[in-house]
């Protein structure tokens, strides 16, 4: 069975601050997705990652996905306080009758003070 | 475009009673997802269906039931609720490409009383 786990689940950071949420999974997969969530919003999509050493990067988040550690991570470059949400990782299931579902990390807080 | 499409946005219900919460894409998208969000949790994937008149449970099925007559319509039906049914209800959508990502719908915010 897939298991996913983000760490940390809650981050307070201050605003200028550099920091990285890590994603870890616990069975063989091909692809791995970063979701961003508004408090009471939707799920809106920011990165899909599809191989090992896969790098995204839009505006202050850069994602990579290292496959043989099982472990993605999402890295927050001068912290603003746009980029306050929840963060989650969901990971594809594995195989050809797999049919895209995904397994979802728990979710990280984010919170960007001044 | 709509994108995905969810009715209602709040409900109440009562202990026994059930609901049908609608879901609707207009992307031509094969796949389509069920997931339930309790507070501070992840999503769990209730059911999901692979194109018209295919569906199948996720990881979380008991209590809900689904249909799939048309590629736009994927309605969830609650059967008998119950408080754990008490949970916020997102739809998702996905062409069905190797690259493609999952469009969620605005959600469902369920309350059994």
């Known amino acids: 069975e897939l298991k996913v786990e983000q760490n940390p689940l809650f981050l307070s950071m201050q605003e200028g601050k550099n920091y990285t949420i890590y994603c870890n999974y616990s069975?063989?997969?091909?692809?791995l997705y970063w979701y961003r969530q508004d408090p009471g919003k939707s799920l809106e999509s920011l990165f899909v990652?599809?191989?090992?050493?896969a790098v995204k990067q839009e505006g202050r988040l850069m994602a990579s996905l290292d496959t043989k550690a099982r472990l993605s991570t999402l890295h927050i470059t001068a912290a603003v306080h746009d980029l306050s949400a929840t963060y989650f990782c969901?990971?594809?299931?594995?195989?050809?009758?797999?049919?895209?579902?995904?397994?979802f990390g728990q979710g990280t807080i984010l919170t960007v003070h001044p | 475009n709509a994108g995905v499409t969810q009715t209602p946005k709040f409900r109440i219900l009562k202990i026994g009673q059930s609901m049908t919460l609608q879901c609707a894409q207009d992307?031509?998208?094969?796949?389509m997802y069920w997931y339930r969000q309790d507070p501070g949790m992840g999503l769990k994937l209730i059911y999901y269906?692979?194109?018209?008149?295919?569906?199948d449970k996720g990881e979380v099925p008991n209590g809900y039931n689904v249909s799939r007559s048309t590629t736009e319509d994927f309605p969830l039906r609650l059967e008998l609720a119950a408080p754990s049914q008490t949970s916020v209800y997102f739809c998702?959508?996905?062409?069905?490409?190797?690259?493609?990502?999952?469009?969620f719908g605005p959600g469902t915010r369920l309350t059994v009383l």
């Open positions: 998702a959508s996905r062409l069905g490409g190797v690259a493609d990502t999952q469009y």
């Open positions: 069975t063989t997969s091909d692809r």
């Open positions: 990652l599809l191989s090992n050493g």
């Open positions: 969901a990971v594809a299931n594995a195989g050809g009758t797999s049919y895209g579902k995904l397994t």
């Open positions: 992307m031509n998208h094969n796949y």
């Open positions: 269906s692979v194109g018209a008149g295919i569906t």
